[in-house]
């Protein structure tokens, strides 16, 4: 009788042993692991399995390679050890149990990169998983990824701003999962057979910075915006850009479990209109600029900063450019106008400042009062905060009429929108998915200056996929 489990380990020439995580992406390990990792994505669909029994002998070879790779690196991640021993326990019980629907719980569960938050420091990761904005299939993904941890946002971390899930990461190496608008690696994207209490959530700032960087040049040249000097700075310095949104990443990121919450900030599993999305990640991001004014007001208000604080000032002003600038030149107008709600609250986020006299499109050029920005900015994160407490009090349909009402006051509905005309009674009085149904794709099409600006920034936007530091 012949079994799995010696196909899987009879892999002629196994890697060699690499030792040093900084040359890893370099050597032939990697090489072997990341081309059986992309021969293997070939059998799998959809849910990461492999039903073809015709396919089973070469995926078992591709396997036996990912695991010769995942031996022969690991000396160069002892922090990882665990993971990675559980990793290779993960693929053989995968191959032996004839390649069903992957379960990676196991090696899921011992990977722990948020203790391990040190500038530098390397993971090797092997999963099969979706990638937000990239794949929508559970097929083997590997990474060679880098933390990304300065000793300011160490400091910021360890005093005002707690949060002990979020990590920082740079991308070294991948395979084509995230050769995409990637640039997240979340636990809950694993295949695995049930869902634990995650502990960590993953960034990839390096390639948020490098999208900026392209994203920023072009539309600012397209708009003839003068630049502050400081905003200009980051368009050459990618470094400088990595840590601006490291500092927007770790505030935004641990605002959706902070302030007056009418409901679960993540939203998990709950379908809602789309706007409400929009209004949570929006209202993480003010919070991110207002926080960023304060901290800039603090600490300019003392002359005895330390060399770490030096930096928390530089880039909490930073920050404010960053968030402006991303959220009305690349949100607004990236992805397709299906409830994207991201690009509305780019839109959200353009109109509220325009409508309020502190930015101008006058003579085809686009221009900022900047000493008015802040205050202005600040007025739109109140309104959100003022939406949620209020709600508290409220019915989920009846928050939902009202973060309606508060977009609507800022942007145009569709002219074919049943909520802007009003929704029918039989409607109003049913369940909360009738309200859903009701939500257009595109309930707020782009202005006509987005429309505009959409149409000279496609190929800018298109050429970010995949995007790296160096590319930037």
Request: proline share 6%.
């Amino acid at each position: 009788m012949t079994t799995t489990h010696p196909q899987i380990n009879a892999i002629v020439g196994e890697p060699e042993v690499v030792e040093d995580a900084r040359t890893a992406e370099t050597s032939p390990a990697w090489a072997r692991l990341k081309n059986a990792a992309i021969a293997l994505r070939e059998f799998q669909i959809k849910d990461g399995s492999i039903p073809s029994s015709a396919d089973h002998d070469a995926a078992r070879i591709h396997v036996a390679a990912i695991i010769a790779g995942i031996r022969a690196l690991a000396p160069a991640f002892p922090h990882d050890a665990e993971y990675l021993a559980a990793s290779v326990d993960d693929f053989e019980r995968w191959a032996e149990s004839g390649f069903g629907v992957p379960d990676f719980l196991d090696s899921l569960v011992a990977f722990q990169p948020q203790r391990h938050r040190i500038d530098g420091i390397r993971h090797l990761v092997v999963f099969p998983m979706y990638t937000q904005n990239g794949s929508p299939d559970r097929l083997v993904e590997a990474l060679i990824v880098e933390a990304i941890w300065p000793e300011f946002i160490a400091e910021l971390e360890a005093a005002d701003y707690a949060n002990k899930l979020f990590v920082s990461l740079r991308l070294v190496d991948f395979t084509p999962g995230y050769d995409t608008n990637c640039a997240v690696l979340f636990p809950e994207t694993v295949a695995m057979r049930e869902i634990p209490a995650f502990t960590w959530g993953a960034i990839f700032q390096d390639r948020e910075a490098a999208r900026y960087r392209r994203v920023v040049r072009a539309a600012s040249e397209i708009t003839k915006l003068e630049l502050p000097a400081e905003a200009a700075r980051m368009l050459d310095d990618h470094d400088l850009t990595e840590k601006t949104f490291v500092m927007w990443d770790i505030i935004h990121d641990r605002t959706h479990m902070r302030g007056d919450l009418p409901f679960d900030p993540f939203m998990i599993k709950q379908r809602m209109p789309y706007f409400l999305y929009s209004l949570e990640e929006l209202r993480c991001d003010l919070t991110a600029f207002r926080e960023s004014v304060a901290i800039e007001k603090r600490l300019s208000a003392r002359d005895d900063l330390t060399a770490t604080e030096q930096q928390m000032l530089e880039h909490a002003d930073l920050v404010q450019y960053a968030v402006i600038f991303d959220r009305i030149f690349r949100f607004a107008i990236t992805g397709s106008r299906v409830r994207n709600y991201d690009g509305l609250g780019g839109q959200l986020l353009f109109a509220w400042l325009h409508q309020r006299g502190v930015l101008h499109w006058t003579d085809t050029q686009l221009a900022f009062d900047w000493a008015e920005v802040p205050a202005a900015v600040i007025a739109l994160s109140d309104a959100v905060n003022d939406l949620y407490w209020r709600s508290i009090d409220r019915p989920k349909t009846a928050h939902w009429l009202a973060a309606y009402e508060l977009v609507r006051s800022v942007l145009s509905p569709n002219p074919a929108s049943n909520w802007a005309r009003g929704l029918p009674a039989e409607v109003l009085a049913g369940a909360p998915k009738g309200y859903t149904d009701q939500v257009l794709d595109d309930e707020f099409p782009l202005s006509m200056f987005f429309e505009a600006l959409e149409k000279k920034m496609r190929p800018v936007i298109e050429s970010t996929a995949g995007i790296r530091a160096s590319d930037a």
